[in-house]
């Protein structure tokens, strides 16, 4: 399953996939090399778009969702990867905590991810069991699937340095929670187990601003080592700290952002003979799942928004006020999956990758989030070992080159989170 282009396959994407793919040995060297120097997140994933002249992530999450979209076949990757991790961290772990958001009970399909997630750890040899911050489940609760199967949330217990279940003492705590609406006490303090994604990685401190910023920097170095243009697999960003959405005057900031970057990404588009016209997506600075987003095209559209788009753009889900946005370079997605805007989203344990899938909207436009109600699913046809790439093939021809490019995108961005996590770590040693 080649995805359809829209544009010509003969465009720029291909020189890039043939310049990757001859580069492939010179790649995975330096990822190597990175990986010696810095730790990868537990698990990541990646929404990247391919705009047939540019291929770019636009999100990076710490805390991610979807592993139910993994296809059978791409499993034994992702117990192998969730093994070396565990490795890594705890050779001798025998019991793993799953700390997952609270909605739980009302999204089954985040619920099946959740079924996904314990076994591919229950796979790689762990006892996992479910811890709620729920504070509304006092007992043991048991959740129905769609297949018949059942699954076991309980409320946590914290006694002194240690969190765990009734008669359950895990030597690591996995969180599938994004810590939007803030870290809970029971969180904090654990000095004595691994708690995993480090509580910093989490939406009440982490900024995209700062991870795109990391990623700049990965772009550059890994561009210089292919010898090409980092603004092909970067998209470029502004920043807005004090942002009040109710005052016109508090927009200021962000028009001068909106109208420097539309420059230039217009430049950017000449020097590249790019006829499509360029526009930028505000959105928070923290938080997932789309929300709070606008795409713009001219900096005088934010004259008039209206009322409406204004308390979408200023609320997160929580009810908390946007005062801090990121004003990122709009790619688009020219990639189709039956006959819907489809972008791909790269999922990884530890730092390899263990598969993807699809993020379909038949209502969306090639210009706008696709992380909204109405999507849907397909995964990457990772079958019949479709993740080796095969070299020598013609750009554009071949799904496994494609699905290689992709993962090395998504391993870029994973590298890029790296290096984010390592500069807000606020235990993190200071060498003069």
Request: glycine residues 6%.
């Amino acid at each position: 399953m080649v995805p359809h282009l829209i544009t010509a396959l003969n465009g720029p994407i291909n020189e890039l996939e043939a310049r990757i793919l001859e580069s492939m040995p010179a790649i995975e060297r330096w990822f190597r090399l990175e990986w010696m120097e810095h730790t990868p997140p537990f698990y990541t994933a990646v929404d990247v778009r391919n705009a047939g002249f540019k291929l770019a992530p636009v999100d990076t999450n710490l805390f991610p969702t979807g592993f139910n979209h993994l296809t059978p076949e791409m499993l034994p990757l992702a117990v192998q990867a969730a093994m070396a991790a565990i490795e890594k961290i705890c050779p001798e772990a025998k019991n793993l905590l799953l700390v997952p958001e609270s909605h739980l009970r009302s999204n089954s399909f985040y619920l099946t991810h959740v079924q996904r997630l314990v076994q591919i750890f229950g796979q790689a040899g762990l006892n996992v069991r479910l811890g709620t911050l729920d504070p509304a489940v006092k007992e043991p609760l048991t959740l129905s699937l769609h297949d018949g199967s059942e699954l076991t949330i309980e409320p946590l217990l914290r006694t002194r340095g240690r969190l765990g279940l009734k008669n359950f003492d895990p030597c690591t705590i996995l969180l599938n929670n994004d810590l939007s609406e803030g870290v809970p006490k029971v969180l904090e303090g654990l000095h004595e187990q691994y708690l995993l994604p480090p509580l910093h990685a989490g939406w009440s401190v982490r900024r995209k601003s700062k991870h795109f910023q990391s990623y700049e920097e990965v772009a550059k170095k890994f561009a210089k080592l292919l010898g090409m243009d980092p603004w092909l697999i970067n998209p470029m960003f502004g920043q807005c700290g004090q942002v009040d959405f109710d005052d016109p005057a508090g927009l200021d900031c962000v028009q001068s952002n909106v109208d420097a970057l539309l420059t230039k990404i217009r430049r950017k588009h000449k020097e590249y003979g790019i006829n499509d016209k360029p526009f930028v997506v505000i959105k928070s600075d923290k938080g997932s799942a789309g929300q709070g987003l606008m795409t713009v095209r001219d900096a005088k559209d934010l004259d008039d928004v209206n009322r409406r788009t204004r308390s979408k753009l200023s609320l997160l889900p929580a009810g908390e006020a946007v005062t801090e946005v990121i004003i990122q370079e709009g790619v688009p997605t020219y990639e189709r999956v039956h006959e819907a805007v489809a972008e791909p989203v790269v999922t990884m344990i530890d730092r390899y990758v263990v598969g993807g899938y699809y993020r379909v909207h038949a209502e969306r436009g090639i210009d706008e989030n696709l992380n909204t109600p109405g999507s849907s699913y397909v995964p990457l046809a990772f079958a019949e070992s479709h993740h080796l790439p095969r070299l020598g093939e013609k750009p554009g021809a071949s799904a496994p080159n494609r699905f290689y490019m992709y993962g090395v995108i998504g391993r870029l961005a994973m590298l890029a989170a790296s290096y984010e996590l390592e500069a807000t770590d606020p235990d993190a040693e200071v060498y003069e």
